[in-house]
């Protein structure tokens, strides 16, 4: 699903509310499932420059691998309580119940999903043991990203994007937030041009006729309301109450293109500096001095200057 808006219209907002990072004013995020998972791949992304490119995927079991300590750590406490029953009932207590927690992830296997992973998000064998921080921000987004495909199975996505050639192949359904309003629209980016469009030209025609009948309708009162027909200026009120109680076609928003023109560029003379009687000196000593007929260029990043030196 492409999520789309103008800088400002709420995009980032509303992904942090269905994905529980901020309360919403008013309604209900509907999971599908109630015991779906929402990941949220923020713009400054979570990871340790300190850590190792596979250290990084790793942290993505933190729980389990948290689970697994505590495991081991409960172990040994066992085989150091044979003198205190009590004490190793509730230590085998707390053994069985996270035995059951560990059973339901094998790090191993998490193992084989980081290394299938690596490559498949473009990175090489020998990055595995690099520092997150010796990579750009690009790729520490990637290991952002490979930190969220890690904990999920089935990974539906709202994206954000102002790639539109990125993004046409990806989505299936595009949802457009405009002056508060969010609507949606079937097919990917090119299906959407067409039908907003004809709804933009709908819209602004409706909008349109309701003002027209407004103004209409006040020009009406007015007359009638300063001429001998006074008494008819009632009819005219209710008629204008009416439209204006009447729920109000809002005048779509129609984004402004940005045009910008640049002059012709005109050719410069030929000598742009012309230079007399130069003489530069540190000291007693001299550094530069005109000669007759010397010539100097000067090069920038645009266009070359002649300095014609003459005494």
């Given at each position: 699903m492409g999520l789309l808006?103008?800088?400002?219209?709420?995009?980032?907002?509303?992904?942090?509310?269905?994905?529980?990072?901020?309360?919403?004013?008013?309604?209900?995020?509907?999971?599908a499932k109630a015991n779906m998972k929402i990941a949220f791949l923020s713009q400054e992304f979570e990871v340790l420059g300190t850590r190792t490119v596979k250290e990084e995927f790793m942290n993505a079991f933190k729980e389990e691998m948290e689970v697994a300590e505590r495991l081991e750590k409960?172990?040994?406490?066992?085989?150091?309580?044979?003198d205190d029953l009590e004490l190793m009932g509730r230590l085998f207590?707390?053994?069985?119940?996270?035995?059951?927690?560990?059973?339901?992830?094998?790090?191993?296997?998490?193992?084989?999903?980081?290394?299938?992973?690596?490559?498949?998000?473009?990175f090489v064998p020998e990055d595995s043991d690099r520092l997150v921080a010796s990579f750009s921000s690009g790729w520490q987004m990637r290991m952002s990203l490979g930190k969220i495909l890690l904990q999920m199975q089935d990974v539906p996505m709202v994206i954000i994007?102002?790639?539109?050639?990125?993004?046409?192949?990806?989505?299936?359904?595009?949802?457009?937030?405009?002056?508060?309003?969010s609507r949606t629209y079937d097919g990917n980016y090119s299906d959407y041009v067409i039908p907003r469009a004809a709804w933009i030209e709908a819209q602004l025609a409706a909008w349109?006729?309701?003002?027209?009948?407004?103004?209409?309708?006040?020009?009406?009162?007015?007359?009638?309301?300063?001429?001998?027909?006074?008494?008819?200026?009632?009819?005219?009120?209710?008629?204008l109450e009416k439209l204006q109680d009447e729920e109000q076609v809002d005048k779509p928003f129609i984004r402004k293109q940005?045009?910008?023109?640049?002059?012709?560029r005109r050719r410069s003379g030929r000598d742009v500096v012309t230079i007399k009687n130069l003489e530069f000196a540190y000291e007693?000593?001299?550094v530069v001095k005109c000669c007759l007929g010397s010539t100097m260029y000067c090069q920038t990043i645009s266009c070359r200057i002649r300095l014609k030196l003459l005494i």
């Open positions: 808006g103008v800088n400002g219209a709420g995009k980032t907002t509303q992904l942090r509310i269905i994905s529980g990072l901020e309360e919403s004013d008013s309604g209900n995020v509907i999971k409960v172990q040994k406490a066992i085989e150091k309580s044979v207590d707390e053994f069985d119940l996270l035995q059951r927690r560990a059973q339901a992830v094998d790090l191993d296997e998490a193992d084989v999903k980081i290394n299938k992973l690596i490559p498949e998000l473009g994007s102002r790639d539109r050639a990125f993004l046409d192949p990806l989505y299936t359904k595009i949802v457009e937030t405009d002056t508060g309003v349109e006729k309701q003002q027209r009948e407004i103004e209409q309708t006040k020009d009406l009162t007015d007359r009638l309301s300063a001429g001998a027909n006074a008494g008819h200026a009632s009819t005219a009120e209710k008629k940005m045009k910008i023109w640049f002059p012709e007693d000593k001299i």
